[in-house]
């Protein structure tokens, strides 16, 4: 018959070390401040080609109304819209929720007849 030989190993110790408490609790904080800036309220840009939009067709919103249209589209984005039309009053904007980006912009009297297309989302403030 054929002998077995069993050869003890011993452990290196420092391989794994175990989880302490304080390890626990500054990963959870790094996955809190990574929630925290993914949720938090971000400024919306105007894009050039937005930005030049409104300057030719000489639509002014007010800072007010900036907020408003920030504090909408990231409701919107919290909900899963991608691309939003934003009608307001004197404009419709064509926004990009999901990188918080007016992309572009035409008063509502050209937005009277136009057909939008790769939207998901419509927000109408008034």
């Known amino acids: 018959m054929d002998q077995v030989t069993i050869n003890r190993v011993t452990l290196q110790p420092g391989i794994r070390q175990p989880i302490t408490s304080k390890q626990v609790s500054s990963s959870k904080q790094a996955f809190l401040q990574h929630l925290h800036e993914a949720t938090v309220k971000t400024e919306l840009k105007v894009s050039k080609h937005a930005n030049q939009r409104l300057m030719e067709r000489n ?3 007010s800072d007010a109304q900036w907020q408003l249209v920030s504090d909408k589209v990231t409701e919107a984005r919290s909900k899963g819209v991608n691309d939003s039309l934003v009608l307001m009053d004197q404009a419709a904007l064509i926004v990009s ?3 918080a980006t007016v992309i572009t912009a035409m008063d509502r009297t050209e937005a009277k007849n136009q057909l939008f297309t790769n ?3 419509t927000i109408v403030l008034g």
Do not use: M, S, T, V
């Open 97 to 99: 929720a999901k990188n």
């Open 59 to 61: 639509i002014h919103i």
């Open 119 to 121: 939207i998901d989302g």
